[in-house]
């Protein structure tokens, strides 16, 4: 995780004062699991519980939708990210869009 950027699901960042907003941001990634990794799922649905193969292929999906919503912000020059959201969407049967969004601003350490 990149720590140069400032990131809250807030609409403020205690101890900052927002200077400049740049606009949104955005990361979005869609995935979808193999067939065997489908199977092995499914499989794992019989017993109840935690399924790791899902929760493992949401939580890699989320960190990469992150991980471009932040390079999104760099390249616009924020150091924050404010209002910060996860969406998710299924585009097809067994294809999922996931899109990170937020709020790009400037901010300064007040005193």
């Known amino acids: 995780m990149d720590n140069s950027i400032l990131i809250t699901t807030s609409i403020s960042l205690e101890g900052y004062k927002i200077v400049k907003q ?38 890699k999906t989320r960190e990469e939708a992150l991980s471009l919503m932040i390079m999104h912000g760099k390249e616009i020059g924020c150091n924050a990210i404010i209002n910060m959201r ?23 350490k007040m005193e």
């Not at 740049?22 to 199977?39: A, K, Q």
């Not at 996860?86 to 300064?108: F, P, Q, R």
């Open 22 to 59: 740049l606009g949104i941001v955005r990361g979005i990634t869609v995935r979808s699991r193999s067939v065997f990794g489908n199977m092995a799922g499914s499989f794992m649905t019989l017993f109840g519980g935690k399924n790791e193969i899902y929760t493992k292929l949401c939580e």
């Open 86 to 108: 996860y969406d998710a969407n299924d585009v097809m049967s067994g294809v999922t869009e996931v899109l990170a969004y937020g709020t790009a601003v400037i901010v300064e």
